[in-house]
């Protein structure tokens, strides 16, 4: 069985859709960051990087969401959560979520986590104040740029609609208000009527059963 360690409010969320999605056999390991558990020694022996998610396997721990997430698409090909057979659609997915991850993702993460970058409280709050502009051009980008629809790719649904599921649902925390982007508002929406995205959500309130972290 798969196991899927994870944080409430986090980009995990995304794995645990594509998990349902997927209709895997898997379990849940709860992290929490509130009490540290990320930096403890025990999860630090899953994840060293003492992030989440971390995806354990028959195998060895996979991490880095767009990882977890093509090597679910290419576990449960039945799925058809990525477009496995044609080699340039699959790079459009990859660089959509690889822009996710290294750009979207980033700038969000600034509003809470700017000790990552700096140590002053000074540079904290101009973090802070950056986050809607910089967040916002990125769901701008995406809007104008990047999306087919009605889903990411186009007609078919994949594994980059729950990872900006996932982003988008932290909109209004970061400043950016979703009337702006109305496409990817209209996304979220339609995103949060799919069965498998209602029982990730509710798998991340900790409404199923949770393996022991």
């Not at 880095?64 to 057979?85: G, H, K, M, N, S």
């Not at 916002?136 to 994949?158: K, M, N, Q, T």
Request: glycine share 8%; hydrophobic share 45%; proline share 7%.
């Amino acid at each position: 069985m798969l196991k899927l360690y994870y944080a409430p409010d986090t980009i995990a969320l995304a794995s645990i859709i594509a998990l349902e999605e997927a209709g895997a056999d898997y379990a849940l390991g709860r992290v929490d960051f509130a009490r540290g558990e990320q930096r403890g020694g025990p999860y630090l022996a899953i994840n060293p990087k003492a992030r989440v998610p971390a995806l354990e396997t028959e195998r060895g721990i996979l991490t880095e969401t767009p990882a977890i997430l093509l090597y679910l698409a290419q576990r449960f090909p039945a799925a058809r959560l990525a477009p496995l057979d044609d080699p340039f659609e699959l790079a459009r997915l990859q660089a959509f979520n690889s822009y996710l991850c290294a750009t979207l993702h980033i700038a969000h993460s600034h509003r809470m986590r700017g000790s990552r970058w700096a140590d002053d409280e000074a540079a904290f709050a101009a973090m802070r104040r950056k986050v809607p502009q910089s967040v916002g051009e990125c769901f701008a980008l995406i809007e104008r740029a990047h999306f087919g629809g009605p889903w990411v790719l186009g007609a078919d649904y994949s594994l980059a609609d729950g990872y900006l599921f996932t982003l988008a649902q932290w909109m209004e925390a970061d400043g950016v208000d979703p009337a702006a982007v109305p496409i990817i508002a209209g996304h979220r929406r339609r995103m949060a009527e799919r069965p498998a995205v209602q029982r990730a959500l509710a798998a991340e309130r900790g409404e199923r059963r949770l393996a022991p972290a």
